[in-house]
Nanobody
């Protein structure tokens, strides 16, 4: 059974930073492209970022490009999302997933950006 557990969320002021982590189990992590997705209240699931199986390729939604950085540690079966210059519109429940549409996303972590 694939299990993805995200952590590291919290309450932060606009302009602040947070680093999310997601630990994977139940899959050959080093073979999988990993994604971060998010869902704000009342809105659809939104793709945020992806990283290729070996970290050689990354991509970002236009809304976070230049502010967020995705990375991974295959030895720890963990994918990270460094979020800088946070905005109120980044407030959402963040998940890691094995596809851009949120497949296998498990426990998310809440990020709230507010003064």
């Amino acid at each position: 059974e694939v299990r993805l557990v995200a952590s590291g969320g919290g309450l932060v002021q606009p302009g602040g930073s947070l680093k999310l982590s997601c630990v994977a189990s139940g899959l050959a992590f080093h073979f999988w492209q990993m994604n971060w997705v998010r869902q704000a209240p009342g809105k659809r699931l939104e793709w945020v970022s992806l990283i290729d199986y070996d970290g050689g390729r990354t991509d970002y939604a236009d809304s976070v490009k230049g502010r967020f950085i995705i990375s991974r540690d295959n030895a720890k079966k963990t994918v990270y999302l460094q979020m800088n210059s946070l905005k109120p519109e980044d407030t959402a429940l963040y998940y890691c997933a094995t596809s851009a549409d949120g497949q296998n996303r498990g426990q998310g972590t809440q990020v709230t950006v507010s003064s």
